[in-house]
């Protein structure tokens, strides 16, 4: 059993975990706290539709990003079927188990995260998972987290969308070449300017090679691309078909050898992933 940490009030506690929080939650909240040494939580950081993400700090002064799992949208739960299922490191997942969902899809953002992070993606840092709980490092300056290209977009010029731009296509060119994944909802809204460098966040959703839907969820971030750099910022991008030929032309190095997939995997996905655009985006 869970218990409070002493040096933790409970008024405080409660003043921030709000009403949305069922007594699991709170015990896992707990659970977290005591694991990472966490002084308080300060504040929400983003509520969004299934998740919130909050700013905590440590007793030691570092700044953490806690993303709660919450609410099982409609939504949520179509993604379960699409992101999760087809996944081979979670097909034995209960799904008419919503609290046991909510675990896996906690488990799988922390592992994409950790696995990104480890083959050099510019990724938070993640520190744990617990239950509904994802812990990572906060992407921020001064308590205020760090701007999404998205917030941005009225206020870049040319050149640094054109450097931004080179920056995602190199993020993705790692998540694919050397974590052997596909980030599978690669966007503005996803992107953050960090410190200024482009950081990649959101990617519990990320999907092996080896999925069924990867060269489709491949084409899908390769027109984001195009629509957000080219047609939003007006910077020079190749085509949709050209990018999936230039992030899956793998010739980096790897930090990691274990994640990093074979020519034909690369080919397969790609080649399909083509087939798509021409199918389902043509102008
Ligand atoms: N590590 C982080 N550091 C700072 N802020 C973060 C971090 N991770 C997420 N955020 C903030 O929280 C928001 C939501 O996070 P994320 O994109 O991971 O979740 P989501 O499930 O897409 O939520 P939404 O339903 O709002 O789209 C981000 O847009 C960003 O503003
Ligand atoms: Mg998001």
Redesign the pocket.
């Known amino acids: 059993m869970v218990r409070r940490p002493k040096w933790l009030r409970k008024d405080e506690l409660f003043k921030t975990f709000e009403e949305v929080w069922d007594a699991q939650t709170l015990m896992a909240a707990y659970e977290v706290m005591r694991r990472l040494k966490l002084k308080r939580f300060a504040g929400v ?2 509520a ?4 919130r ?1 909050y700013r905590a700090i440590g007793r030691d002064g570092r700044e953490y ?1 806690v ?1 709660i799992y919450l609410t099982m949208t409609a939504e949520f739960r179509k993604s379960i079927y699409k992101y999760l299922l087809g996944d081979p490191r979670f097909q034995s997942v209960d799904t008419s188990n919503t609290k046991k969902l909510f675990f896996a899809w906690a488990r799988k953002e922390f592992r994409n995260l950790k696995r990104m992070y480890e083959a050099g993606v510019p990724v ?1 840092k993640p520190y744990l998972v617990y239950q509904n709980i994802v812990v ?5 300056e001064n308590g205020v ?2 701007p ?1 290209l998205h917030e941005l977009a009225d206020h870049l010029d040319e050149q640094e969308a054109e450097r931004l731009f080179r920056e995602a296509v190199d993020a993705y060119k790692r998540i694919l070449c050397c974590a052997g994944l596909v980030h599978a909802d690669y966007s503005e ?2 992107l953050m300017l960090h410190r200024g460098r482009l950081h990649v ?2 990617v519990a959703q990320a999907v092996q090679l080896d999925h069924p839907n990867s060269p489709d969820f491949l084409a899908h971030d390769m027109v984001n691309l195009v629509r957000f750099f080219g047609k939003r910022l007006g910077v020079e991008t190749p085509g949709a078909e050209e990018l999936v030929e230039e992030v899956t032309s793998c010739s980096l190095e790897c930090p990691v050898e274990k994640w990093v997939p074979s020519e034909a995997d690369l080919e397969h996905v790609a080649s399909k992933a083509r087939d798509m655009i021409r199918l389902r985006y043509a102008d």
Do not use: C, Q, T, Y
């Open positions: 950081v983003s969004g539709k299934e998740a993400v990003a993303k938070p990572m490092e906060f992407l921020g987290r760090s999404l809204f996803n966040i959101d």
